[in-house]
T-cell receptor
Framework: GDSVTQMEGPVTLSEEAFLTINCTYT??????LFWYVQYPGEGLQLLLK?????DKGSNKGFEATYRKETTSFHLEKGSVQVSDSAVYFC??????????FGKGTRLSVIA | DVKVTQSSRYLVKRTGEKVFLECVQD?????MFWYRQDPGLGLRLIYF???????EKGDIPEGYSVSREKKERFSLILESASTNQTSMYLC?????????????FGSGTRLTVV
């Protein structure tokens, strides 16, 4: 089945700092790749996705590129804000099996 | 706006009680899922369903059961609640053959068993 390794948190950054959260995956098929975000007290929301190699997903200033050769899908943002404080989950998805999530990376952005 | 609605945000139950967690989606999605979320463990799949009256065990089904009598509703049942079932429970839904579309999640139910 699919599996994912996500960098451990927590990550603490100052406002306007550059963010990278690493994610690598293994998959039996050709997965789609997702990043979800969970704000305090809420469920998960889809942040961005990429469905084939070299695709770049983007949303709210976040980006991630599907790197098939390195089986990676690292999340980046050029300038984080306090409102980006949340937990971020990487998830590969192959075929008709349920999504498998990483353990999540907690990001805290301080003003 | 499409929605997955979980009936309770916070729930406190006593050990040994039978607990029902309800989840309803209004997107006509075929697939529905129950996860639990615990610090340091991430999200773990309890049960899922790809059709009405169909259910499949996930990674941690022990102590739980589910019911899917209607397409839009997927209920998680704790037959006899125990303190180790204190957790955040998240329901999600998706389209059939949904590898490219992702899941829609509810807001979660934080269950405390005392």
């Amino acid at each position: 089945g699919d599996s994912v390794t996500q960098m451990e948190g927590p990550v603490t950054l100052s406002e306007e700092a550059f963010l990278t959260i690493n994610c690598t995956y293994t998959a039996t098929g050709y997965p789609s790749l997702f990043w979800y975000v969970q704000y305090p007290g809420e469920g998960l929301q889809l942040l961005l996705k990429a469905t084939k190699a070299d695709d770049k997903g983007s949303n709210k200033g976040f980006e991630a590129t599907y790197r098939k050769e390195t089986t990676s899908f690292h999340l980046e943002k050029g300038s984080v804000q306090v409102s980006d404080s949340a937990v971020y989950f990487c998830a590969p998805h192959s075929g008709n099996t349920p999504l498998v999530f990483g353990k999540g990376t907690r990001l805290s952005v301080i003003a | 706006d499409v929605k997955v609605t979980q009936s309770s945000r916070y729930l406190v139950k006593r050990t040994g009680e039978k607990v029902f967690l309800e989840c309803v989606q209004d997107m006509d999605h075929e697939n529905m899922f129950w996860y639990r979320q615990d610090p340091g463990l991430g999200l773990r799949l309890i049960y899922f369903s790809y059709d009405v009256k169909m259910k499949e065990k996930g990674d941690i089904p022990e102590g739980y059961s589910v019911s899917r009598e209607k397409k839009e509703r997927f209920s998680l049942i704790l037959e006899s609640a125990s303190t180790n079932q204190t957790s955040m429970y998240l329901c999600a839904s998706s389209l059939a053959g949904s590898q490219n579309y992702g899941y829609t999640f509810g807001s979660g139910t934080r269950l405390t068993v005392v």
